[in-house]
Antibody, heavy 121, light 110 residues
Framework: QVQLVQSGAEVKKPGASVKVSCKASGYTFTSYYMHWVRQAPGQGLEWMGI????????SYAQKFQGRVTMTRDTSTSTVYMELSSLRSEDTAVYYC??????????????WGQGTMVTVSS | QSALTQPASVSGSPGQSITISCTGTSSDVGGYNYVSWYQQHPGKAPKLMIY???NRPSGVSNRFSGSKSGNTASLTISGLQAEDEADYYCSSYTSSSIVVFGGGTKLTVL
């Protein structure tokens, strides 16, 4: 079955960087775009960006431009999201999300389990 | 890009119907049929409930339905059940080729 498994929780200091991984299985990795969405504690969902695992092209939300980098490793079917210059407001659960089954690149039917990133001095 | 506007909370009794609105602009909700709705229980990942305005993924109860009029999309839940108590988020593709979410609506089943 289609599955996304993310890396474990992270605690980082302000100004540091974090790299979260999302390992995909159960489908052809290069055939489907992957998105990243985050959720701060008690807050709503926030779209961060999208990566095309086939060619590696990316598009990021303006808010994260210059601080976020999404990459992929086709040999391990893994996508990565790296966020730099971390501040306390970046404390959140980060999800990878896959539009897999319904022919709509913008409807996420498969989600990773989430990775909690805590930014604290 | 501003977030889509949802009511902070709605409530209903078991068996009743409720509707959650999601208001955007002609650059997002009004301009494309790429509106989705997600259900999220505490501590869980979101679950897709509606895609492309009104389509239900397999396995989602037909008590959930979606619609759109102009710049406002709506999610209706009929025959409310205790298990429907959750947070609900709408999302839309936009003219900037990005996704924008609503602020979320907390549904309380009385």
């Amino acid at each position: 079955q289609v599955q996304l498994v993310q890396s474990g929780a992270e605690v980082k200091k302000p100004g540091a960087s974090v790299k979260v991984s999302c390992k995909a299985s159960g489908y052809t990795f290069t055939s489907y775009y992957m998105h990243w969405v985050r959720q701060a504690p008690g807050q709503g969902l926030e779209w961060m960006g999208i990566i095309n695992p086939s060619g590696g092209s990316t598009s990021y939300a303006q808010k994260f431009q210059g601080r976020v980098t999404m990459t992929r490793d086709t040999s391990t079917s893994t996508v990565y999201m790296e966020l730099s210059s971390l501040r306390s407001e970046d404390t959140a659960v980060y999800y990878c999300a896959l539009p897999y089954d319904y022919g709509d690149c913008w409807a996420f039917d498969i989600w990773g389990q989430g990775t909690m990133v805590t930014v604290s001095s | 890009q501003s977030a889509l506007t949802q009511p902070a909370s709605v409530s209903g009794s078991p068996g009743q119907s409720i509707t959650i609105s999601c208001t955007g602009t002609s650059s997002d909700v009004g301009g494309y049929n790429y509106v989705s709705w997600y259900q999220q229980h505490p501590g869980k990942a979101p679950k897709l409930m509606i895609y492309d305005v009104s389509n239900r993924p397999s396995g989602v109860s037909n008590r959930f339905s979606g619609s759109k009029s102009g710049n406002t999309a709506s999610l209706t839940i009929s025959g409310l059940q205790a298990e429907d108590e959750a947070d609900y988020y709408c999302s839309s593709y936009t003219s900037s080729s990005i996704v924008v979410f609503g602020g979320g609506t907390k549904l309380t089943v009385l």
